[in-house]
């Protein structure tokens, strides 16, 4: 197998949660360390103006404070390249030129447009912007000759909407300058927050990758657990069952941060009623304290002005790869 071409990105929303770490950013490190892979991950700021244009005053401090956690995490910047969007203007330049060859009808359908316009109905993003993303979204792969992008099941409909658009380009201008990536599935598992619905900012349940120590114990002490298990010797019930059908918020918890031997001593004991909450939430402490400490510390190691220098450096590489595919794109289209 040849070297794979791998991108990938998040919009700058700050600090980032448990469900980020291990929705994304996880297996980035793990395509980090494979021998065989070239890495591109980028800070998504043209996307955050998609859905966050009337007020983009958050969008620098927010890029900070998300390269520092994705540091923190063990991204490793000599293993990989880290850049920012909007730095390098190919992503705009080559997102305008195929905006011209994508018809209207595949943006229409794309399913995530429709469910995003039903759920944000607060924010007016009935935009030739919001709804021409996935061509944003098209450049941003294609740009680096990806070969391979990782998502979840739920965006394979985006990356097929690439595929088609290389497709598109190529037959247009016969000639094969746009490569169609593969997707990378790996399975997303879904994080669910301190009250049982997805860990999301919006909904103010996350538990942040660094947490500070008081408010990981503010945090868990306010955790959703079993409502029908109020004192030492009731039965807890702390899987998803109709008598419970959140499960215990505590108990997903642990599911995460200790191995299966423990989680089932402990679902044994919680039904039994040997457990109480208050000991349990202390265990959960002290494991997850354990491992967000790690991230804590090093955050602690890292110096804003490092980031900026990083990104200039990854965004200056990145542009080289960026600058020689969109001459080729301009060269199949007759440009000077
Ligand atoms: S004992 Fe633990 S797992 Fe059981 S309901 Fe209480 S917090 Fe949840």
Redesign the pocket.
Known sequence: MGTRVILSGMRPTGRLHIGNYVGALMNWIRLQNEAEAQCYFMVADWHALTTDYEDPSQVESNIEAMVMDWLSCGLNPEKVVLFRQSWISEHAELALILSMITPLSWLERNPTYKEQINTLKDKAISTHGFLGYPVLQAADILLYGATHVPVGEDQLPHLELTREIARRFNFLYKKSVLTEPQALLSPVPKVLGMDGRKMSKSYGNTVYITEEEKELSNKIRC?F??PH?VKMGDR???NPCPDNPTG????QF?KMYEDSKNAGS??K??MEGT???SP??KD?YDEMNAALKIFREKRKTIKKEQVAQLLKEGSEMAQKRASETLRRVKDALGYR
């Open positions: 955790m657990t079993d298990k807890g019930h702390p215990c918020m505590v108990f642990h402990r679902e004991t919680c457990l109480g909450c349990c939430k959960l």
